[in-house]
């Protein structure tokens, strides 16, 4: 018996997702470097819940599109938004402590992205420097907030905003002109994906996630 399958393409939700990333380590490293003022928390907090929604939609849509590595990425990052927002909004006791464990326990899901996301090393950019901000921002807030460790800090989180920017502005170039503008450096079945014919796309397609019986 012959079967049909429909392929319904959607836009990718990576780049207003990373542009989410640029403006929330932007703000939280403003804050860390010096440039806000500690009562701004509450501010920061109300600010942060937009970016973390931008990135969970992202990454909502990554999975529609069979994207684990860009999925992950986009939800993991909206959880350390999201976390952060709350603790900024709701201030409880030992929040910031708290948080700081937070991020540490992040860091792991971190050094997972890296290593998955190596064959995409424009995107893996993101998480490289994701990594080292959430552990140093994690030392800083466990330490009392000292200065040093605060501007270290807050570099790590313009780094940060400055990969997501990056990759944001070449994943959007890339598809609306079609063709890759600004280096991805993609390879492996990634660089396929955008240089191979469509049959190499379908290829183990019965295999994957959704098709299988089980996951």
Known sequence: MPVSVMLRPIASGLPFGLFGLVVAATITGSQAFGLLPTTASLAIGVLLFPTAVAQLVGGVCAVLGRD???????????????????????NPPDGLHVLAIWYLALSPVAM?????????????????????????????????????????????????????LYAAI??????????????????GPMRESFTADFTTQLKGLEHEAGVRRYL
């Open 68 to 90: 684990v590595i860009g999925a992950s990425l986009m939800i993991v990052f909206s959880g350390v938004w999201l976390g952060t927002a709350l603790v900024y909004v709701a």
């Open 112 to 164: 997972g992205l890296i290593s998955s996301a190596t064959g995409k090393l424009g995107l893996a950019m993101v998480p490289i420097t994701g990594l080292p901000m959430l552990v140093v921002t994690a030392v800083w807030l466990l330490s009392g907030s000292p200065k040093g460790l605060g501007e270290a800090a807050g570099v790590l989180s313009f780094a940060l905003a400055l990969a997501g």
């Open 170 to 187: 070449a994943l959007l170039l890339e598809d609306a002109r079609g063709r890759t503008i600004l280096p991805t450096l993609r390879s």
